[in-house]
């Protein structure tokens, strides 16, 4: 029981006291809360707007222009891309005229036995290889071709397109220029090979230009080698004939000596008086030793001394007589000697004799490189081999629509997006 009414007591004291509260809270001012200042109003900023001024009238179409619903970069690709592929696609598919081609191939080469080494040979077979692709692309091949297959008409017949067709009565040079663009040529330096592509309107034309223009370069060739082979003939010819000369004025100077000595060997002769007169001296000197020493105990008038004085007069005799035989060639003046005088021949012969012997080898010699200058007159140093000749195409390789088509598409977009990247930026730092 007292448990019971212990918990309502308790009750009853906590609501006295929130009455009591609630009283005093009635009866206590209440607190005032402090009231927030006010900003001052800031006034709002206008809205700022972007003015674009052009700096002309045609720019500022332009802009007009592009703010509308289609923009004039695609109406742009339409005239640049679309309408020159559409042209370019109906002109290769059907009005450009069929161009065959027929192609030869060759290599200059050096000729078996050439008198030239390995290297020169490789040297002047390159050298030779681009003077004919040189050749090929010239004026003096367009006027060959036009001698021999008339180049103008092949080119001008109505059956050409306008565009691919020459035109007529066109000057020279402009024929060359058209040349030019119906001509490949191409050398591989790894195996020396040229190949040539000759472009025309009509299959037989075709193969007829390429035979002609082979014939043409086989030509050139040959001149050069010819010219080359006949100008070390005319060289060898020309010291042939130096050598000969010279041999013929040496043996002409030996001639005139051994006729002035009357004699056909002049050394021998010349040798054989000096062996003579050597003789004579000898025998004079000994037989007036002899004279001498006899007179010194024998009678002057004794017989002996007769006949040794008869000795020694005939020996000055035959003395005399062999100087003034020299005397009347001239070859000696009163008082010379003639030892002298035939010492003087024998070196003069000498001389002549060493340069008759060189002559003779300068001739021998000349003689033997003519000779084979000759031999190698009749061969070609170097000669031009085909290897693929001309054959007569039987399908056209020109036009390739497709691939002429999308040239021409790539060329045009390429166009199209250069252009179209410098107006936008002219237009975003105008």
């Keep these: 029981m007292s448990e019971s009414n212990a918990k309502p007591d308790k009750v009853k004291t906590r609501e006295r006291d929130s009455a009591l509260v609630l009283r005093l809270d009635e009866v206590r001012p209440m607190k005032q809360m402090p009231v927030a200042r006010k900003m001052?109003?800031?006034p709002a900023r206008p809205v700022r707007k972007t003015r674009v001024t052009y700096r002309s009238e045609k720019m500022a179409t332009l802009a007009a222009k592009t703010k509308g619903g289609f923009s004039g970069t695609w109406i742009a690709f339409f005239l640049m891309v679309i309408v020159p592929t559409t042209i370019g696609f109906c002109y290769f598919a059907f009005f450009a005229?069929?161009?065959?081609?027929?192609?030869?191939r060759f290599s200059v080469r050096p000729a078996e036995g050439a008198p030239i080494a390995q290297s020169g040979a490789a040297a002047i077979a390159l050298s030779n290889s681009f003077i004919v692709s040189d050749y090929i692309e010239s004026r003096d091949v367009?006027?060959?071709l036009q001698k021999e297959v008339d180049l103008r008409a092949m080119y001008t017949r109505d059956t050409i397109d306008p565009i691919s067709r020459l035109g007529e009565n066109v000057s020279v040079e402009k024929l060359v220029k058209y040349w030019g663009k119906r001509i490949t040529t191409s050398f591989d330096i790894t195996t020396g090979i040229n190949t040539v592509q000759v472009t025309a309107f009509n299959p037989?034309?075709?193969m007829k230009i390429a035979s002609t223009l082979k014939v043409l370069c086989e030509e050139l060739v040959n001149g050069i080698s010819e010219k080359a082979r006949f100008g070390q003939l005319g060289y060898a010819k020309k010291e042939l004939d130096i050598a000969e000369a010279r041999m013929k004025e040496v043996r002409a100077q030996e001639t005139a000596l051994r006729t002035g000595q009357r004699t056909i060997d002049a050394r021998m002769e010349a040798e054989g008086k000096l062996q003579l007169q050597g003789k004579l001296r000898a025998?004079?000197?000994?037989l007036e030793g002899r004279y001498g020493s006899l007179t010194s105990y024998m009678d002057p008038k004794s017989p002996r001394l007769a006949v040794l004085k008869?000795?020694?007069d005939a020996t000055r005799a035959q003395i005399d007589e062999m100087q003034s035989k020299v005397t009347a060639?001239?070859?000696l003046s009163d008082g010379d000697d003639v030892a002298m005088a035939d010492a003087a021949m024998v070196s003069r012969y000498d001389e002549l004799k060493a340069d008759l012997d060189i002559a003779t080898k300068l001739y021998q010699s000349a003689l033997t490189n003519y000779e084979t200058a000759r031999v190698l007159a009749n061969?070609?140093?170097i000669y031009l081999a085909t290897y693929v000749q001309p054959g007569l195409p039987q399908i056209a390789s020109y036009p390739l629509v497709f691939a002429d088509t999308m040239l021409l598409f790539l060329s045009a977009c390429g166009v199209w997006i250069v252009l179209t990247l410098i107006y936008y930026s002219i237009r975003d730092h105008a």
């Excluded at 005229?97 to 030869?104: L, R």
């Design 329 to 331: 060639t001239g070859e």
């Design 379 to 381: 061969n070609n140093y």
């Design 40 to 42: 001052p109003e800031v």
């Design 97 to 104: 005229s069929p161009q065959y081609v027929s192609e030869f």
């Design 310 to 312: 008869s000795q020694i």
């Design 283 to 286: 025998s004079l000197a000994e």
């Design 204 to 206: 037989e034309d075709a």
């Design 142 to 144: 367009v006027d060959a």
